[in-house]
């Protein structure tokens, strides 16, 4: 079945730091790959996302590229806030699956002033 | 604000009971997912509904149950419940079925079993 493999957390970082967060998915199709963000006592908020190969999504800072050969979505910024520190998850949504999502773990990210 | 809407915010319960949690989607979504987040479990996938019907069942279990009313908003229902339940309960909605299969999620609803 599918599934998301992310980059373990807690993550520290001080402001101004550059951010990765590793992110690769097993699916049977073609997946689409978002990645959300869950700031403390709220739901997801949709951060990003990409639908085909080569695609790159971006916003607010926050970039990732949809790499099918290494089935890849790392997310990236060049320089990180203080109110990006939240929880970020890695997702994917295939057709065959009925577009449901399937959950990477969760990276904790702290960004210190 | 995502424009998807849950309540109640805040659940507590004692073992045994059952609740009832509600959904309502974005204005013209017709897909509603049901999603639980635990400590143990991450993000997992319970249930969708589109347009009134189910379309797919992930790790939800008997107790539990769901369904979408014709004026599209659901609920999610959850019964002899066990220590191990409590857990944040997100709704999300999409137009699956239209040009994207991106969903947009609700604020959640934070049960706790006692």
């Known amino acids: 079945g599918d599934s998301v493999t992310q980059m373990e957390g807690p993550v520290t970082l001080s402001e101004e730091a550059f951010l990765t967060i590793n992110c690769t998915y097993t699916a049977t199709g073609y997946p689409s790959l978002f990645w959300y963000v869950q700031y403390p006592g709220e739901g997801l908020q949709l951060l990003l996302k990409a639908t085909k190969a080569d695609d790159k999504g971006s916003n607010k800072g926050f970039e990732a590229t949809y790499r099918k050969e290494t089935t890849s979505f790392h997310l990236e910024k060049g320089s990180v806030q203080v109110s990006d520190s939240a929880v970020y998850f890695c997702?994917?949504?295939?057709?065959?699956?009925?577009?449901?999502?399937?959950f990477g773990s969760g990276t904790q990210l702290t960004v210190l002033p | 604000d995502s424009g998807v809407t849950q309540t109640p915010k805040h659940l507590i319960t004692a073992t045994g009971q059952r609740v009832t949690l509600r959904c309502s989607p974005r204005?013209?979504?017709?897909?509603v997912y049901w999603y639980q987040q635990s400590l143990d479990q991450g993000l997992q996938f319970l249930i969708q509904?589109?347009?009134?019907?189910?379309?797919a069942k992930g790790n939800i279990l008997e107790r539990f149950s769901a369904q979408q009313f014709p004026d599209l908003h659901s609920e999610l229902n959850l019964s002899s419940l066990e220590l191990g339940d409590s857990a944040l309960y997100f709704c999300?909605?999409?137009?699956?079925?239209?040009?994207?299969?991106?969903?947009?999620f609700g604020p959640g609803t934070r049960l706790t079993v006692l």
């Open positions: 997702a994917l949504s295939d057709i065959g699956s009925a577009r449901q999502l399937t």
């Open positions: 999300a909605s999409s137009d699956a079925g239209g040009s994207t299969d991106t969903q947009y």
């Open positions: 509904y589109y347009n009134g019907e189910e379309r």
């Open positions: 204005s013209g979504d017709l897909s």
